[in-house]
């Protein structure tokens, strides 16, 4: 049984920065692509930032490039979200998933993940 623990949501002002941490449990962390995905009110769960298993590929969406990096640590089974100049549209519940069939492209579609944490608040305000 994988079990996928997020930690560092808050309440923060934008401009700020945080890092998100997801800790991974369960069968090797290495053999997992992983992924953040995030959801805000209302809205539908929306691919935010992947990597790759050997973390040699990343991938992220448009609205959050060049402002978030992920990365993982394999030797602590953990990857990060490291969120700069963050913004009040940047509100929402963040969900670590693993993926153990997919890579590439793919991973930027929630349905390409088989397991996912609880999440963790990230409230923005102006």
């Known amino acids: 049984q994988v079990q996928l623990v997020e930690s560092g949501g808050g309440l923060v002002q934008a401009g700020v920065s945080l890092r998100l941490s997801c800790a991974v449990s369960g069968r090797t962390f290495s053999s997992y692509a992983m992924g953040w995905h995030r959801q805000a009110p209302g809205k539908e769960r929306e691919f935010v930032a992947a990597?790759?298993?050997?973390?040699?590929?990343?991938y992220y969406a448009d609205s959050v490039k060049g402002r978030f990096t992920i990365s993982r640590d394999n030797a602590k089974n953990t990857v990060y979200l490291q969120m700069h100049s963050l913004k009040p549209e940047d509100t929402a519940v963040y969900y670590c998933?693993?993926?153990?069939?997919?890579?590439?492209?793919?991973?930027?579609?929630?349905?390409?993940?088989?397991?996912w944490g609880q999440g963790t608040q990230v409230t923005v305000s102006s």
């Open positions: 998933g693993a993926s153990s069939i997919y890579t590439g492209p793919m991973l930027t579609q929630p349905g390409a993940y088989n397991f």
């Open positions: 990597i790759s298993r050997s973390s040699g590929n990343t």
